[in-house]
């Protein structure tokens, strides 16, 4: 199917100028990654410089992973749902939008922001470590595969995580309901990460290869599943008007 | 079909078969036909509940009909027509369902790139003078009233230039002004050859701006001109009023050309039955002197699209 892209860009456009005005939500988004960059950034800072050594076969900085697999998920659960309880799905699939081009612009509404802030606040975790962390425990904890890692599974999480939470956004009629059970949805992807960077899972570079494919086919698989869950007339008829 | 007030074009720009929707066991609306030219205003009537809604959004792709077949805009009212026919129409719905944190002018900004409308500013500008709501352009949405708001969706509507255009309910909440000047809108967009499909509760709405009106209640009761369907459920009638009773009222209008009955509707009062009032009233004045009576009134009886209306729903008893 070829993507129209005037509809998906409007959309998106749409999407960023009503969330830039949406202070819970923006609040929520920025929340998160504090929460989560505090509790490592204080044990990293209570590091001594002789523990720098063990620390080379740690991945702390997959910790931050977490991030991109939670944060999306809040503003992506709201997508529909939202546009319902608001009323604003009618008059949107009155326009020639296909599901499939609809979905996309919302997906990457979140995607973006997102991604802006879970690349922004790991940066700003980088930029903590090398100024205030003890001699040595910048170089021993921030390593190329480390960093790579990092950058490639931002926006393959991210993704994941908002596509599962858009298919629960067009099939849940509560918001509050939809926000929940996405974030208990993103939680798996949140273990995960904390795992390997606890080192109970080690990783080598074939499984993070085959986990970044899998990622990927998830990604292309999850818009197919969200545009089929998306049922145009359950969603007008649906208990919320 | 060849009414008048179907308009230039042969094949109708909307036209239903047998069309019905039902909920589950709940039919909201069933076997409803009715076939609409280019550039008609169709009215549909019906009390709360009847399926007019419904019937918008089905004729709008929003739903799928669970009976009988359709063609919007020219088209078969298919699933795989959706894209299409939506490109062609545009439905108002009952709640304008705006961006509340957006200003007027992003909401239109957003519909008009999602109906790729070319030269957007122009078109928006056009559609907010069209509401008289230019003036209105930044605010955001959530600031402005019921009415306001409702105005902004009939600019949204305007923004794709469409075939048919369906109202569902367009001047519900509007004060008389604002009502008159989507009245005066329509008409305008009429002209323009524009087929408008309006759904409403005010029958002089109706009666004022619609070609035909069709009346519903789940099925379909009538379809017709406002003005035909008055005349075919209800005979024309002639009241008289006298200052005091006539002696002999039979005498004095049962020979008269036209009138084909009569009965006391009170003291002094009466009431015939004619089947053309231009040609009975002279009569029946001349036949009133002649006979000396002495004539309070003579006025033909007006039956409103409401009696027609009150008339075909079913009125549940105590309330007619
Ligand atoms: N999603 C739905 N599920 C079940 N029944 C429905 C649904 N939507 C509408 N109905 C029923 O279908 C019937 C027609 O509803 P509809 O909204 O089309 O009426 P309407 O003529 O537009 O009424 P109103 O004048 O109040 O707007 C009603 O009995 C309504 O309860
Ligand atoms: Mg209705």
Same mark, same amino acid.
Request: net charge neutral.
């Given at each position: 199917?070829?993507?129209?892209?005037?509809?998906?860009?409007?959309?998106?456009?749409?999407?960023?100028r009503?969330?830039?005005?949406?202070?819970?939500?923006?609040?929520?988004?920025?929340?998160?990654?504090?929460?989560?960059?505090?509790?490592?950034?204080?044990?990293?800072?209570?590091?001594?410089?002789?523990?720098?050594?063990?620390?080379?076969?740690?991945?702390?900085?997959?910790?931050? #992973?977490?991030?991109?697999?939670?944060?999306?998920?809040?503003?992506?659960?709201?997508?529909?749902?939202?546009?319902?309880?608001?009323?604003?799905?009618?008059?949107?699939?009155?326009?020639?939008?296909?599901?499939?081009? #609809?979905?996309?612009?919302?997906?990457?509404?979140?995607?973006?922001?997102?991604?802006?802030?879970?690349?922004?606040?790991?940066? #700003?975790?980088?930029?903590?470590?090398?100024?205030?962390?003890?001699?040595?425990?910048?170089?021993?904890?921030?390593?190329?595969?480390?960093?790579?890692?990092?950058?490639?599974?931002?926006?393959?999480?991210?993704?994941?995580?908002?596509?599962?939470?858009?298919?629960?956004?067009?099939?849940?009629?509560?918001?509050?309901?939809?926000?929940?059970?996405?974030?208990?949805a993103?939680?798996?992807?949140?273990?995960?990460?904390?795992?390997?960077?606890?080192?109970?899972?080690?990783?080598?570079?074939?499984?993070?290869?085959?986990?970044?494919?899998?990622?990927?086919?998830?990604?292309?698989?999850?818009?197919?599943?969200?545009?089929?869950?998306?049922?145009?007339?359950?969603l007008?008829?649906?208990?919320?008007? | /079909?060849?009414?008048?007030?179907?308009?230039?074009?042969?094949?109708?720009?909307?036209? %239903?078969?047998?069309?019905?929707k039902?909920?589950?066991?709940?039919?909201?609306?069933?076997?409803?036909?009715?076939?609409?030219?280019y550039?008609?205003?169709?009215?549909?009537?019906? *009390?709360?509940?009847?399926?007019?809604t419904t019937?918008?959004?089905?004729?709008?792709?929003?739903?799928?009909?669970?009976?009988?077949? %359709?063609?919007?805009?020219?088209? *078969?009212?298919? $699933?795989?027509?959706?894209?299409?026919?939506?490109?062609?129409?545009?439905? /108002?719905?009952?709640? $304008?369902?705006?961006y509340?944190?957006?200003?007027v002018?992003?909401?239109?900004?957003?519909?008009?790139?999602?109906?790729?409308?070319?030269?957007?500013?122009?078109?928006?500008?056009?559609?907010?003078?069209?509401?008289?709501?230019?003036?209105?352009?930044?605010?955001?949405?959530?600031?402005?009233?019921?009415?306001?708001?409702?105005?902004?969706?009939?600019?949204?509507?305007?923004?794709?230039? $469409?075939?048919?255009?369906?109202?569902?309910? $367009?001047?519900?909440?509007?004060? *008389?002004?604002?009502?008159?000047?989507?009245?005066?809108?329509?008409?305008?967009?009429?002209?323009?050859?524009?087929?408008?499909?309006?759904t409403?509760?005010?029958?002089?709405?109706?009666?004022?701006?619609?070609?035909?009106?069709?009346?519903?209640?789940?099925?379909?009761?009538?379809?017709?001109?406002?003005?035909?369907?008055?005349?075919?459920?209800?005979?024309?009638?002639?009241n008289?009023?006298?200052?005091?009773?006539?002696?002999?009222?039979?005498?004095?209008?049962?020979?008269?050309?036209?009138?084909?009955?009569?009965?006391?509707?009170?003291?002094?009062?009466? =009431?015939?039955?004619?089947?053309?009032?231009?040609l009975?009233?002279?009569?029946?004045?001349r036949?009133? =002197?002649?006979?000396?009576?002495?004539?309070?009134?003579?006025? =033909?009886?007006?039956?409103?699209?409401?009696?027609?209306y009150?008339?075909?729903?079913?009125?549940p008893?105590?309330?007619s």
């Amino acid at each position: 199917m070829s993507v129209n892209r005037r509809l998906v860009r409007a959309i998106v456009s749409k999407e960023l100028r009503e969330f830039r005005r949406n202070r819970t939500l923006a609040a929520g988004m920025a929340i998160i990654p504090l929460v989560f960059s505090v509790q490592p950034l204080i044990s990293v800072f209570a590091l001594t410089s002789s523990a720098s050594g063990p620390l080379r076969h740690e991945h702390v900085l997959l910790y931050m #992973l977490g991030i991109p697999a939670l944060v999306p998920s809040l503003v992506a659960s709201y997508s529909i749902v939202g546009e319902r309880e608001q009323g604003t799905l009618e008059p949107l699939l009155t326009t020639p939008i296909r599901r499939e081009e #609809l979905l996309l612009g919302k997906a990457l509404a979140t995607f973006l922001p997102a991604i802006a802030v879970a690349y922004g606040v790991f940066a #700003l975790f980088l930029v903590c470590v090398g100024v205030f962390a003890k001699p040595g425990v910048a170089s021993a904890l921030i390593r190329p595969s480390d960093l790579l890692a990092q950058v490639v599974f931002t926006p393959l999480l991210a993704g994941c995580s908002i596509w599962i939470a858009i298919v629960i956004s067009t099939r849940f009629n509560d918001v509050r309901v939809a926000q929940q059970l996405s974030t208990v949805a993103s939680l798996p992807a949140v273990a995960l990460a904390v795992l390997v960077a606890l080192n109970v899972i080690q990783p080598s570079l074939r499984t993070a290869i085959l986990a970044a494919v899998i990622l990927l086919v998830l990604n292309r698989i999850g818009w197919r599943v969200a545009s089929l869950m998306f049922d145009r007339e359950r969603l007008i008829t649906g208990t919320k008007s | /079909m060849t009414d008048e007030g179907t308009g230039i074009s042969s094949s109708p720009a909307l036209s %239903a078969n047998g069309l019905g929707k039902r909920f589950g066991s709940r039919v909201a609306f069933d076997d409803v036909s009715f076939e609409i030219g280019y550039g008609e205003v169709f009215g549909f009537l019906g *009390p709360n509940g009847a399926g007019k809604t419904t019937t918008v959004r089905t004729l709008g792709t929003l739903l799928t009909p669970t009976a009988g077949s %359709a063609t919007v805009a020219g088209l *078969p009212l298919i $699933p795989d027509n959706g894209v299409e026919i939506r490109r062609r129409i545009s439905i /108002m719905p009952e709640s $304008p369902g705006l961006y509340l944190r957006l200003t007027v002018l992003e909401n239109l900004q957003c519909f008009a790139d999602l109906y790729e409308v070319s030269a957007a500013r122009d078109r928006i500008d056009q559609a907010l003078q069209a509401v008289h709501l230019t003036e209105r352009a930044h605010d955001t949405c959530g600031s402005l009233s019921k009415g306001l708001k409702q105005r902004v969706a009939l600019a949204r509507a305007l923004l794709n230039d $469409p075939q048919v255009l369906f109202l569902d309910e $367009p001047t519900s909440g509007l004060d *008389p002004v604002a009502a008159r000047e989507v009245h005066e809108l329509i008409d305008g967009l009429r002209q323009r050859g524009v087929t408008i499909f309006l759904t409403t509760h005010r029958l002089d709405e109706a009666e004022r701006l619609c070609d035909r009106v069709a009346i519903l209640n789940t099925t379909l009761r009538t379809v017709g001109r406002p003005d035909q369907l008055r005349d075919e459920l209800f005979a024309r009638t002639l009241n008289v009023r006298t200052v005091s009773p006539l002696s002999n009222p039979a005498d004095v209008f049962l020979g008269v050309e036209s009138v084909s009955g009569w009965r006391e509707d009170g003291p002094s009062t009466y =009431v015939l039955t004619v089947t053309d009032p231009a040609l009975a009233a002279p009569g029946v004045t001349r036949a009133l =002197v002649k006979a000396d009576a002495d004539v309070l009134s003579i006025s =033909v009886s007006h039956h409103s699209l409401e009696d027609v209306y009150l008339e075909l729903i079913d009125v549940p008893a105590g309330l007619s």
